[in-house]
Nanobody
């Protein structure tokens, strides 16, 4: 299984970005986005099931970020609006065999390489 995250960049506060995560296949049932800033622990951002149902979000991004999927393209997206400097981090996509959505990084089976998002004030 290969996960490829892309779409990061340098933006200003208030701007938007859309991250993409391409997958080599779907031998797993749910996807998540996490982020890690320098010197901080990896933080849950959002998760979604390939089968449908409501996604879940971390408290710090709720109302600003939206996770979505394209089953035909085996891709998951993270639309990030109203970005803040504290959103600066490396963003990772991850895949999980279990259907139940999870906020815990340890429960994910596969990880992409990460894409840098930098938000200037």
């Amino acid at each position: 299984v290969q996960l490829q995250a892309s779409g990061g960049g340098l933006v200003q506060a208030g701007d938007s970005l859309r991250l993409s995560c391409g997958t080599s296949g779907r031998t797993f049932n749910s996807m998540g986005w996490f982020r890690q800033a320098p010197g901080k622990e990896r933080e849950f951002v959002a998760a979604i099931s390939w089968a449908g149902g409501s996604p879940i979000y971390g408290d710090s991004v709720k109302g600003r970020f939206t996770i979505s999927r394209d089953n035909a393209k085996n891709a998951v997206y993270l639309q990030m609006n109203n970005l803040k400097p504290e959103d600066t981090a490396v963003y990772y996509c991850a895949a999980r065999r279990a259907t139940v959505l999870s906020r815990y990084s340890i429960s994910y089976n596969f990880w992409g390489q990460g894409t840098q998002v930098t938000v200037s004030s």
